[in-house]
């Protein structure tokens, strides 16, 4: 019984996963009055939700704490004091418990919980607040094939929607917004595998201050980003010769983005993986199912191991548990 706490950004998550099924999975979200996250706050959000979400996990699971055998939290990446938040929360239990800790890295939980419904070797594109990668296993590592280079997407379609007035997160204002509008060409910007969105967030606002409606802002920022995602993805798919694709992370619950990976994936005779919403968005299910992983291959940390890594990338961590 691997219970996981997940708090790199905005969300303080506990999941409870037991032989690859996921027994509880709630989480609670810091919303900034205005403007976006102010790191220290989101982390005193943590902090002040621990206890209550934790509990309420082993109420779903109908479990106790003494049922649990392994602690996994989300040691990297993301914002330092929400990350600390975490720790400190997790080390208290561990050490009233005397259970060992499993340290997972938050990107690569959102890829393996991939496998939680059947995707084995996939291209995953990775599509979330601040992180937007496409990536695939290889030699021991998940390799980045391509990636931004400037803001993530989730990020993008946030900051668009905050300077229509629209409260974070934005992303998914802005696809219904988006279902009744027209298309209007953006700048659109694939640089080999990668991709960049600071152009069409410019345009976009551009063309917004000079009266564009809000309904075409959005259907042509997500036509235009998306379809550069989808070009990145396929493009890795035919360089890997994988037969999955996976696509995971917050902005993968946007239904247009899910139809347009489908249709790629449906062209090309891949397999299309996307998770269910609740292990989309970032949440501490992932990280008790990779925690799982971990444990298998007895990949726990001592106590004074522990730490944070708040700017680790996904290519940086060695992939032992496979
Ligand atoms: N339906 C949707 N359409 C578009 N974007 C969406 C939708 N639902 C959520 N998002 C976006 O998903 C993002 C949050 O995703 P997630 O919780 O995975 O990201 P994060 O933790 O901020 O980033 P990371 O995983 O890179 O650390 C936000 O930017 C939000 O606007
Ligand atoms: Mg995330």
């Not at 709630?26 to 403007?35: A, I, K």
């Not at 910007?189 to 063309?207: E, P, Y």
Request: overall charge positive; charged content about 20%.
């Amino acid at each position: 019984m691997i219970i996981g706490v997940e708090s790199t950004a905005h969300t303080f998550g506990v999941g409870v996963c037991h032989k690859g099924k996921i027994l509880a999975n709630v989480r609670d979200m810091y919303h900034p009055l205005t403007g976006g996250i102010i790191p220290i706050e989101a982390g005193k959000h943590h902090t002040a939700v621990a206890e209550s979400l934790w509990k309420q996990a082993l109420v779903d699971a109908s479990i106790t704490e003494k049922d649990i055998t392994a602690i996994a939290f989300s040691y990297a990446p993301g914002l330092a004091p929400c990350l600390l938040a975490g720790m400190r929360f997790v080390k208290t239990k561990a050490k009233l418990l005397g259970i060992p800790i499993l340290p997972v890295h938050h990107s690569i939980a959102h890829l393996e919980i991939g496998q939680s419904i059947g995707a084995k070797d996939p291209v995953l594109l990775y599509a979330s607040g601040a992180n937007t990668q496409i990536i695939a296993y290889a030699s021991g590592k998940y390799r980045i094939f391509g990636e931004t280079l400037d803001v993530g997407i989730g990020n993008c379609l946030d900051k668009i929607a905050r300077a229509m007035h629209i409260p974070f997160p934005g992303g998914p204002h802005l696809e219904m917004s988006a279902l009744r509008g027209k298309y209007h060409p953006l700048p659109y910007s694939v640089k080999g595998m990668d991709v960049s969105f600071s152009g069409l967030h410019n345009k976009a606002l551009q063309l917004r201050a000079q009266g564009m409606s809000a309904e075409d802002v959005a259907c042509s920022v997500q036509e235009t980003a998306f379809a550069m995602l989808v070009e990145a993805s396929e493009r890795a798919l035919a360089h890997t010769g994988k037969r999955e694709f996976v696509l995971g992370g917050g902005v993968a619950c946007n239904a247009r983005l899910q139809a347009m990976c489908k249709a790629m994936c449906k062209a090309r005779g891949v397999t299309f993986f996307c998770p269910a919403k609740p292990l989309l968005i970032d949440n501490g299910a992932m990280i008790a199912y990779t925690g799982e992983l971990l444990f298998k291959k007895k990949l726990c940390i001592s106590l004074p191991k522990l730490d944070i890594a708040p700017r680790e990338r996904t290519d940086q961590v060695s992939v032992t548990w496979k």
